[in-house]
């Protein structure tokens, strides 16, 4: 079977960095997505990576290692507005988008 | 208009009623999704639309249908409601399937059937 694994739930601290990390098993990988969603709220795109690398987008950035089946999400200097769920979705051999359950951050001040 | 628009906001439904989901959007885009999505469970593909005239089934189709008569819309029906249909539903769109398009979301709609 398909499967996207994400921890549940993280604690960071104000200003500092922290790094969601998402484990996948799927049929074929046409790349990997990251959304944000506020409490809700609709998911929104933050990322997208198919090639093995980091992508960097201003405070947010997100690493694939398409052989170890693994990406992360890297958010530095963070801000209370970045408390949210996190969503990692892997797009499959049939170009469907299969979804982890999400990571809710929850950021301390 | 700008982005994809969803109607209602919120419904209570008795159960064994009908419903249907509105979903609208106005970026022209070919391709359409409806999601649920439970607590602890990630989003899950109900049904699908790669283009106008053309539905798909996806992991979870049973007990809804959808149509799309048009570009812009995408309604989600319910035929017989039943309280394991409380959820969150999604609607989402992209430019085109079957290639990387990023979905956009639409703001949701909470059902509960009670």
């Known amino acids: 079977g398909q499967n996207i694994d994400q921890p549940t739930e993280m604690t960071a601290t104000e200003g500092a960095i922290v790094q969601i990390n998402c484990t996948y098993q799927t049929s074929g990988f046409n790349g990997l997505f990251w959304y944000q969603q506020h409490a809700g709220e609709a998911p929104t795109f933050l990322s997208y990576n198919v090639l093995d690398g980091l992508e960097e987008k201003g405070r947010f950035s997100s690493f694939l290692s398409r052989s170890k089946g693994y990406s992360y999400l890297l958010l530095k200097e963070l801000q209370m507005k970045d408390s949210a769920s996190y969503l990692c979705?892997?797009?499959?051999?049939?170009?469907?988008?299969?979804w982890g359950a999400g990571t809710k951050l929850i950021i301390k001040p | 208009i700008a982005g994809i628009t969803q109607a209602p906001t919120s419904q209570i439904l008795a159960a064994g009623r009908r419903m249907t989901l509105r979903c609208t959007q106005d970026?022209?885009?070919?391709?359409m999704y409806w999601y649920r999505q439970d607590l602890g469970l990630g989003l899950r593909l109900i049904h699908y639309?790669?283009?106008?005239?053309?539905?798909g089934k996806g992991e979870v189709p049973d007990g809804y249908s959808v149509s799309r008569a048009n570009t812009d819309d995408f309604p989600l029906t319910l035929a017989s409601a039943v309280p394991s249909q409380t959820s969150v539903y999604f609607c989402?769109?992209?430019?085109?399937?079957?290639?990387?398009?990023?979905?956009?979301f639409g703001p949701g709609t909470r059902l509960t059937v009670l």
């Open positions: 970026m022209r885009h070919n391709a």
């Open positions: 639309s790669n283009t106008a005239g053309t539905t």
């Open positions: 989402a769109s992209s430019a085109t399937s079957g290639v990387t398009d990023t979905q956009y």
């Open positions: 979705a892997v797009l499959d051999s049939n170009y469907q988008l299969i």
